[in-house]
């Protein structure tokens, strides 16, 4: 027995007791029915025919299309602006302060945006006015929350993001970069032909990892839900759905269905930005 | 997620084919075994099978312990007078939302408790009065009436209170208190500006909009809280919640009762004197604290709403009682009737004896009920006393027991109790409506629909006459 085995033993025992060992018994329900029974698809085929099923969908994929957009786009773009600045001191200073938010653990950081969006206790609150919204009602419309949420999960998230980046654009070789600059490139084009293809697999790794978290919306909509008294964000996400499935309506088998194929859908579209990235190809 | 990386990464990079062999082995064992083990034993309700059957339900094995008590914050000083009034009993008191809004916390935990086999309170509160929709079913909640208690005890109930405890003849819950709608109104305002305090509909919606172009600013009304529906729309006999059976309920809120109050709302939105905000909005308090000329609201609204310092603080002598306003015509009056908390013994409870005396004491008359209760008692001889000490408080500008008595037995019987919730239904298809603008008379089939649906969902089944 080597001693990388003694490390990873830990690791191990707590994957298999909190991730496979929940996945597969999650599987297991979603393919037997309250009896036990093996049921075929019939959770898939019902979940999907309830009236909350396809909305929920609508919203998590809209909300995953504005998050992941702004994510990718930002997170790259505030790193390389980060990497450009001249004053060490200030560089760091900034990337600590992108980086707080992430510190705060996830519904605590939620806390901070219920009082942020209501008009009558927000900091903000003559910017919300400006826009037009004087209730916390007016502000939690339908309309707004994939917006909402992703604000809030840019806030909470890209800031860890920003600072691995960071760190993936220092590991690029001064070399290339001062070829680059020998050759007449600007800091435009650096940027867009030597440090962006470089990050690329970064960047990719972030999506996939995103996309994941994303998916699984519930703390948002949530708490949002909580706090407007069921008036916004009930039953939005997925699964929030799936949770309603399994304490509401006493339904643990549906609820099962709409996890695998949450599980599935991360799978197969990590798959896909593996291969068609190039992912693990050696460099 | 960081799973599937490393299932990917662990597939690209070569590693001793024996390790894998041994892992791949090690854990599809582990999964079956989880997957067996936990595939047995989750029937709802299970874990306590071992036990006798007396007072109507199969009972856990006694011990002696803690009692433990699941309650909201509102509760909390009936469970500390509870342990003033009895210091050698030990409570293990737990704060919990009380359910409020359709939160469904208790029935989630219950689940999960059902599954694992232990963890069940012994006594819950919970400020919704649909709970034994589910309890019951589900095998959580003892029968009171089969000998646990003696029917002189119940019997001191209000009239009606105890019909969302009851199934089948059998009462499962004991209600904390009524929460029967009438008409606040600030009696002081009234007289300064010679109003006449409406007995019907139509003077309600006259005055209302008199009002909004004599003193605008004030109001005579909300339709923002969650609860909304079951001030207008049940005290108007809308059929949106008709339970008809066990799992069938009747729901037709396009008929002329629903739309009557639909456009009387609409009206008085229009003009201004109907605000959109919910009563515990921090919106609410802050903007309409002393323009209140009426309210339409459950019995509560006393002591949460107006004489709170947390709420809108108004001062005393002002703030009266009317009996809700009538549609001419209606035969009977008829008012509706928001929550009044319930109080629900586990029938998994190892402390019966112990749970019964905590039930009896709290919803009893007593130092608690009788003094500190926010709301109007569903125990009558607590309701007496409790009238008498908010006369003696000399809160209100004239006296409440008339009004409240009265309405205590008007509450409208064609509102049920479903396991669907619809404070949380009306929360999210009309009150977004409401705050961009929408007329309720307009989204009155979308409500339909959505009830319909939610109804479906919980395995009702729903007609429309």
Redesign the interface.
């Known amino acids: 027995m080597r001693p990388g085995h003694a490390f990873v033993a830990g690791y191990l025992v707590l994957?298999?007791a909190f991730?496979?060992?929940p996945?597969?018994?999650g599987i297991?329900f979603a393919f037997?029915n309250s009896a036990?029974y093996f049921s075929g698809l019939s959770n898939f085929t019902a979940v999907a025919r309830?009236?909350?099923y396809l909305p929920a969908v609508g919203h998590v994929a809209l909300y995953l299309l504005i998050w992941l957009v702004t994510l990718a786009v930002f997170v790259t773009g505030l790193a390389l602006v980060l990497h450009q600045l001249p004053a060490r001191r200030t560089s760091r200073l900034v990337r600590f302060l992108y980086y707080i938010p992430g510190a705060l653990a996830g519904a605590a950081s939620v806390m901070v945006w219920l009082f942020m969006l209501?008009?009558?206790?927000s900091p903000a609150a003559p910017l919300l006015r400006l826009l037009g919204y004087?209730?916390?009602?007016?502000v939690v419309?339908?309309g707004h929350l994939a917006i909402l949420f992703a604000m809030i999960a840019f806030w909470t998230g890209a800031g860890g993001w920003i600072v691995v980046m960071y760190g993936a654009l220092n590991n690029i070789p001064q070399e290339v970069i001062e070829a680059a600059r020998i050759d007449g490139a600007g800091g435009v084009q650096i940027a867009r032909r030597i440090q962006i293809p470089m990050l690329r697999k970064w960047i990719v790794?972030m999506v996939?990892?995103a996309f994941?978290?994303g998916t699984q919306l519930f703390v948002e909509p949530q708490l949002i839900s909580?706090a407007?008294?069921?008036?916004?964000g009930?039953?939005y996400s997925l699964n929030q759905l799936s949770y309603d499935f399994?304490?509401?309506?006493?339904n643990v088998n549906y609820a099962a269905a709409i996890s695998v194929e949450l599980l599935v859908v991360?799978?197969v579209v990590?798959?896909v930005f593996?291969t068609r990235s190039r992912f693990?190809d050696a460099d | 997620?960081?799973?599937?990386?490393r299932a990917?990464?662990a597939r690209?990079e070569p590693r001793p084919a024996r390790g894998r062999v041994v892992l791949a082995v090690g854990?599809a064992a582990?999964?079956a075994a989880?997957?067996a083990g936990?595939?047995?034993g989750s029937s709802?309700g299970g874990g306590s099978s071992s036990g006798s059957t007396k007072d109507g339900f199969t009972q856990a094995p006694q011990s002696s312990g803690p009692l433990t008590v699941w309650v909201d914050s509102t509760r909390v000083p009936a469970v500390r007078a509870y342990e003033k009034a009895n210091p050698d009993i030990k409570i293990n008191m737990v704060l919990y939302d009380g359910d409020a809004?359709?939160?469904?916390t208790l029935?989630?935990k219950v689940?999960l408790y059902d599954r694992t086999g232990t963890g069940w309170p012994d006594v819950v509160f919970s400020a919704e009065n649909n709970e034994i929709s589910?309890t019951v079913g589900?095998g959580f909640t003892a029968p009171l009436n089969q000998g646990l208690m003696p029917s002189s005890f119940l019997g001191n109930f209000a009239a009606g209170a105890l019909d969302p405890c009851t199934v089948n003849g059998k009462v499962y819950c004991l209600r904390n208190d009524m929460a029967m709608d009438v008409l606040w109104y600030n009696a002081t305002l009234m007289k300064q500006w010679g109003y006449q305090v409406p007995t019907t509909w139509p003077q309600y919606e006259q005055l209302g909009e008199k009002v909004a172009t004599q003193h605008p600013g004030y109001l005579v009304g909300n339709v923002?809280d969650?609860f909304t529906p079951e001030i207008y729309m049940w005290a108007s006999q809308c059929p949106a919640n008709q339970i008809t059976g066990l799992r069938a309920v009747t729901v037709n809120v396009t008929t002329a009762n629903c739309t009557r109050m639909a456009s009387l709302l609409d009206t008085l939105v229009k003009a201004g004197s109907m605000s959109?905000?919910?009563v515990?909005?921090?919106?609410f308090d802050?903007k309409e604290k002393g323009k209140v000329l009426m309210l339409p609201g459950p019995a509560w609204f006393g002591g949460a709403v107006f004489d709170s310092p947390s709420g809108l603080n108004t001062p005393k002598g002002q703030i009266a009682v009317a009996p809700m306003p009538q549609w001419p015509g209606t035969g009977t009056p008829s008012t509706g009737d928001v929550g009044g908390g319930l109080w629900l013994l586990s029938a998994h409870s190892r402390h019966l004896n112990e749970a019964v005396n905590f039930l009896t004491w709290v919803t009893g008359n007593n130092a608690y009920q009788d003094n500190l209760a926010p709301g109007y008692p569903a125990y009558t001889p607590a309701a007496t006393v409790w009238l008498a000490n908010q006369a003696k408080s000399g809160y209100y500008a004239s006296d409440i027991s008339t009004p409240l008595q009265q309405a205590a037995g008007q509450v409208w019987s064609g509102w049920g109790y479903g396991q669907f919730s619809q404070?949380?239904i009306w929360?999210?298809t009309i009150?977004?409506g409401i705050?961009?603008g929408k007329t309720i008379t307009s989204m009155l089939p979308a409500w339909q629909s959505s009830i319909s649906?939610h109804a479906q969902?919980?395995?009702y089944t729903v007609s429309s006459s």
Do not use: H
């Open positions: 994957l298999v991730g496979i060992v996945t597969g018994y297991y037997t036990n309830d009236f909350r209501d008009p009558t206790v004087g209730t916390f009602g007016q419309q339908e790794y996939i990892l994941a978290v909580e407007s008294v069921g008036v916004a009930r039953d399994a304490f509401q309506n006493n991360s799978l990590a798959a593996v693990f | 997620m960081a799973l599937v990386i990917v990464r690209s854990v582990l999964l989880t997957v936990c595939g047995n709802p809004n359709g939160s469904n029935q989630t689940e589910w589900a923002g969650t959109k905000l919910g515990f909005s921090t919106a802050k404070e949380a929360a999210s009150v977004p705050t961009t649906e969902a919980d395995g």
